[in-house]
């Protein structure tokens, strides 16, 4: 697979851009975006140089996509069946 066609796999929902728990094992989302997320295009500002911009935001690989980050209907996961998809956090998480 290319890296444009790679790239072209997400749908950019941005659910993926939300900021993530890891407790004991289990990933939780939480309601809290990325300050470099653009809320109203659900679009990433600074995409091409995230690595440097935002330093903790990590390029998707094939082997990183199946640790559990992204939502169960992610392009990149969808077809992997014992993918353990993150779950909301929410008060009754805690
Ligand atoms: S969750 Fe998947 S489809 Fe949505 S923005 Fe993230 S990588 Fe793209
Ligand atoms: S830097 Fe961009 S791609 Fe990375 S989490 Fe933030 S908004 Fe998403």
Same mark, same amino acid.
């Given at each position: 697979? &290319?890296?444009?066609?790679?790239?072209?796999?997400?749908?950019?929902?941005? +659910?993926?851009?939300?900021?993530?728990?890891?407790?004991?094992?289990?990933?939780?989302?939480?309601?809290?975006?990325?300050?470099? !997320?653009?809320?109203? &295009?659900? +679009?990433?500002?600074?995409?091409?140089?995230?690595?440097?911009? +935002?330093?903790?935001?990590?390029?998707?690989?094939?082997? !990183?996509?199946?640790?559990?980050? !992204?939502?169960?209907?992610?392009?990149?996961?969808?077809?992997?069946?014992?993918?353990?998809?993150?779950?909301?956090?929410?008060? &009754?998480?805690?």
């Amino acid at each position: 697979m &290319t890296h444009e066609e790679w790239e072209t796999k997400c749908k950019c929902c941005a +659910r993926c851009c939300y900021e993530k728990i890891d407790f004991e094992g289990e990933v939780y989302f939480t309601d809290t975006p990325c300050e470099k !997320l653009d809320l109203e &295009t659900l +679009r990433c500002t600074v995409y091409a140089d995230r690595d440097i911009r +935002r330093p903790g935001c990590v390029r998707l690989t094939p082997e !990183l996509v199946t640790k559990g980050f !992204l939502p169960g209907d992610c392009p990149y996961v969808e077809n992997i069946s014992d993918y353990v998809a993150p779950v909301p956090f929410d008060e &009754t998480n805690r």
